[in-house]
């Protein structure tokens, strides 16, 4: 069993800078970063493999957010630059159980943080 606890999340203005972290215990493999915000899907931000060999983010975060892991302290960050207010939700962190490519669905991840919540003032 793998349990996930994200941290780093707050409150900033507009083109601010934030760096989640999340941190793990047990075995990790493939991690992701998703967010949700109120009444809408749960979405992917990034995701990054074991050896950081492949690492994926969405569209709407290329260029501004990077992610990136420790593995000798089994934590996953999310560098989060020049923030706007539609990137304002609860972001979660999420692992797959086996080595895998990196999923863009929250249904190919089998273990969740609780989140942590971002939110940006215009």
């Known amino acids: 069993q793998v349990q996930l606890v994200e941290s780093g999340g707050g409150l900033v203005q507009t083109g601010g800078s934030l760096r989640l972290s999340c941190a793990a215990s047990?075995?990790?493999?493939?991690m992701g970063w998703f967010r949700q915000a109120p009444e809408k899907e749960r979405d992917f931000v990034a995701g990054i493999t074991l050896s950081a060999s492949s690492i994926e983010y969405a569209d709407s975060v290329k260029g501004r957010f990077t992610v990136s892991r420790d593995n000798a302290k089994n934590t996953m960050y999310l560098q989060m630059n020049n923030l706007k207010p539609e990137d304002t939700a609860i972001y979660y962190c999420?692992?797959?159980?086996?080595?895998?490519?990196?999923?863009?669905?929250?249904?190919?991840?089998?273990?969740w943080g609780h989140g942590t919540q971002i939110t940006i003032s215009s």
């Open positions: 047990g075995r990790t493999f493939t």
């Open positions: 999420a692992s797959r159980r086996y080595p895998s490519a990196v999923g863009r669905l929250p249904d190919e991840y089998d273990y």
